[in-house]
């Protein structure tokens, strides 16, 4: 399944991360083991404890196979 996410949406990364995470199924030792990434990163992202660089947080969502789309602003 593809999940397709606009980043441009208000929806913090943290909450978006736990609301997939659960639709999916999966535990954030899962998550963790599919991006590579430790569990207790995954842990402080989800509660927003800890904001991950947006490379990092487009790895993690497409480990969980969302198709993300990043804009960056022209210079």
Known sequence: ???KLD?????PFSQMLKQIRTELG???A???QRSGYT???ISRW???ERVPKIEVAVKVLESMG???AVIKPSK
């Open 30 to 32: 899962e998550v963790a």
């Open 1 to 3: 399944m593809i999940r």
């Open 26 to 28: 999966l535990t954030t």
């Open 46 to 48: 989800e509660t927003g």
């Open 7 to 11: 980043v441009s949406e208000k929806t």
């Open 66 to 68: 969302c198709e993300v």
């Open 39 to 41: 569990e207790p990163s």
